[in-house]
């Protein structure tokens, strides 16, 4: 089916549209949430929300190209799913910290954060390589304990187990060198 005969289908508010539309760039839409999400079900998720969007969007709007307009659409979606997935993550990680590093109250009174960086720096400099790959992937780069225990070989509960010994180390360092936590 042409574009002009889909973007009819939508304007007469016709189901077909949204099968029409899957028919002809559902791959398409699939690949680019694909290329930004890496997991088939967030997706297939994303791409659903695409079909809705473009339901709700056209009319008013009358895309002169649907697959441009598709296209930027299921990539803005994957790109929120990201950021919100990313946000998530970024709250469990930070959370996991938060038993070895100060308040931020606490902070405050004991050391400032440049100098708590200074410490968390010389800290990760006493670890075997891994062990500082592992711990600087979870903690600054987010990357999943999963993820984590596949690219080095561990389980996943062996890496549970190693990060929260990274932790403890940590929370002690910092406690030798006057950190209140």
């Known amino acids: 089916m042409e574009d002009r005969e889909i973007i009819e289908l939508y304007v007469n508010r016709d189901e077909n549209a949204i099968r029409e539309t899957q028919n002809k760039y559902g791959a398409f839409c699939t690949g680019i ?24 969007r056209i009319p008013p709007l009358i895309p002169e190209c649907l697959k441009a307009f598709l296209g930027r659409v299921t990539r803005n979606i994957a790109i929120s799913m ?33 100098q708590l960086g200074e410490y968390i720096s010389e800290w990760a400099d006493t670890l075997a390589e891994q062990d500082r790959m592992i711990f600087v992937r979870r903690y600054w780069y987010a990357d999943k304990s999963y993820e984590l225990a596949r690219k080095t070989g561990m389980s996943a509960s062996g890496m549970s187990r190693k990060l929260s010994r990274l932790r403890e180390s940590l929370r002690k360092y910092l406690t030798e060198m006057g950190v209140e936590i």
């Open 82 to 114: 990201y950021r919100r997935k990313r946000c998530e993550s970024m709250e469990l990680m930070l959370s996991e910290l938060g038993e070895c590093l100060p308040a931020r109250e606490n902070t405050e009174n004991s050391v400032d954060a440049k």
């Open 33 to 56: 949430a694909l290329g930004l999400l890496h997991i088939k079900e967030d997706a297939q998720e994303c791409v659903n929300d695409t079909y809705m969007a473009a339901w709700s």
